[in-house]
């Protein structure tokens, strides 16, 4: 899957936001001002409705730092607090996670050696995901989402690669301090949100197997269209 190691999460390709006929109905919307539940920290399936990833490292004294709002439909769950997923273990698994990188991998089959820290700023990061090899990556454009702007690009695993032959038999893309990004299979796509948010870079990874079907990525695409960051006082 896509995260920390403990996880086995699995996810991507490439596109726009995806809207047709086939499109399954959009997730439950909350009334302005409604006040989303705390993710789980725990693996646990999930009632339809809105729920907030908190990021307490970037709190400041009297000015917290925005949570991450999602409107989740029903059928996904929560997995070790961190990755919203969809058709757990499956070769249609779908995958949001949400990422403060440190360092990029040079190369995500040959990992071993020196990784990469890019710069501070969302087109640092853009630029160096970008350049990685065997990663078929598209050019960073310009986005806005959930409020606050950056840059996307899309990325993949090279479709007839074999892990076996490649470091420690894993393919890994970067870490943040919770631990790596490694990718679970060939094929498998990550479109990447690069967000400042309030002077902080944030990145939200969508991802999915090669064997998600159109209305799969679909279902993804407006989970993560959904995604607002609100500042939300704890009760």
């Known amino acids: 899957m896509t995260t920390i190691r403990v996880s086995t999460l699995v996810g991507a390709i490439a596109g726009a936001l995806l809207a047709s006929a086939c499109t399954p109905s959009a997730p439950p919307t909350a009334a302005p001002g409604a006040t989303p539940q705390a993710m789980p920290s725990g693996t646990q399936a999930l009632k339809a409705g809105m729920y907030a990833f908190e990021f307490p490292q970037f709190d400041a004294p009297g000015k917290p730092f925005p949570k991450a709002v999602v409107t989740v439909p029903d059928g996904w769950w929560i997995k070790d ?40 700023t969302v087109d640092d990061l853009a630029a160096v995901l970008a350049a990685r090899p065997l990663r078929n990556a598209t050019a960073p454009v310009s986005v806005s989402l959930g409020g606050y702007n950056g840059k996307y690009l899309e990325w993949s695993v090279p479709i007839d690669i074999q892990f076996s032959g490649c470091d420690g038999g894993m393919f890994r893309s970067w870490t943040d301090a919770r631990g790596d990004r490694y990718q679970q299979g060939p094929g498998q796509v990550d479109r990447l949100w690069i967000l400042d948010i309030e002077a902080h870079r944030l990145l939200i990874d969508a991802t999915y197997m090669p064997g998600a079907t159109e209305q799969d990525r679909a279902e993804l695409a407006k989970v993560v269209k959904s995604i607002v960051f609100r500042t939300l006082t704890t009760p």
């Open 81 to 120: 607090g961190f990755a919203l997923t969809r058709r757990i273990d499956t070769p249609r698994q779908l995958v949001v996670t949400i990422w403060n990188v440190v360092d990029v991998y040079a190369n995500g089959c040959r990992w071993l050696g020196p990784m990469i820290h890019p710069g501070p």
